[in-house]
């Protein structure tokens, strides 16, 4: 079956530190992999997105991610984290045809420290 | 990038009555649209895939005579929660697939239920 993982549930980081938020996946084939960020009370934003190609994504606020196949991984990474990063973040996967819903990780609540 | 609009970003209904939620693709045609279901510090729940001009498949679990939805035009899928009663209070998201982006899928702010 497909799956995603988020093996943090809480990551706590002091302002101005680096981040890195895990993410391994589960699927018969490569999946797209996306990963959003959800503030309190709202929906849901994109950060970036992998299809194929050049495996280290560049996204949206500073934020890229990496995928590797061989650890099934696809670890969401920014160099210096700000206050307003707090936030829940979800890693997700689609099967490549596309015609099914995302399969959510459980999310990984992101604290930032003074 | 793409928008997806979601309304209303919340309500407050009785018990017993019906609340729709539409959710709207701003700038794609949106073939396909999702809906979600979240409940407080967990993950988002798929409820049903809604395809343009066909009946919506609802994952196990979810009363699809509950929770309707139509899908009628390439831009525009509701969900009517039928007979509310408080314990369909939730946050309910729903997202549109972008094909011409690569089936890029974006999601809609969300709409707060709470039945009283």
């Known amino acids: 079956a497909q799956s995603v993982t988020q093996p943090d549930i809480h990551i706590t980081v002091s302002e101005g530190a680096s981040l890195e938020l895990r993410c391994n996946y589960s699927?018969?084939?490569?999946?797209?992999l996306f990963w959003y960020v959800q503030s309190p009370g709202q929906g849901l934003q994109l950060l970036l997105k992998y299809f194929s190609g050049d495996t280290l994504v560049q996204g949206i606020k500073g934020f890229e991610a990496e995928f590797k196949r061989s650890q099934s991984s696809f670890n969401l990474r920014k160099p210096s984290v700000h206050w307003s990063d707090a936030a829940e973040y979800f890693c997700a996967g689609l099967s490549g045809g596309g015609a099914d819903g995302l399969t959510f990780g459980k999310g990984t609540h992101l604290i930032i420290q003074p | 990038g793409a928008v997806v609009s979601q309304h209303p970003s919340w309500v407050i209904c009785k018990s017993g009555t019906s609340v729709k939620i539409e959710c709207r693709s701003l700038?794609?045609?949106?073939?396909?649209m999702f809906w979600y279901r979240q409940f407080p510090k967990q993950s988002l729940m798929l409820m049903a895939t809604?395809?343009?001009?066909?009946?919506?498949?609802?994952e196990q679990g979810v009363e699809k005579d509950k929770f309707l939805i139509n899908h009628a035009s390439l831009t525009l899928s509701t969900l009517t929660v039928t007979s509310a009663h408080p314990e369909d209070s939730s946050f309910y998201i729903c997202?549109?697939?972008?094909?011409?982006?690569?089936?890029?899928?974006?999601f809609g702010e969300g709409s707060w239920l709470t039945v009283v």
């Open positions: 700038d794609f045609q949106a073939t396909t």
């Open positions: 997202s549109a697939r972008d094909a011409g982006a690569g089936n890029t899928i974006y």
């Open positions: 699927y018969g084939a490569t999946p797209y």
């Open positions: 809604s395809n343009e001009g066909s009946k919506a498949t609802y």
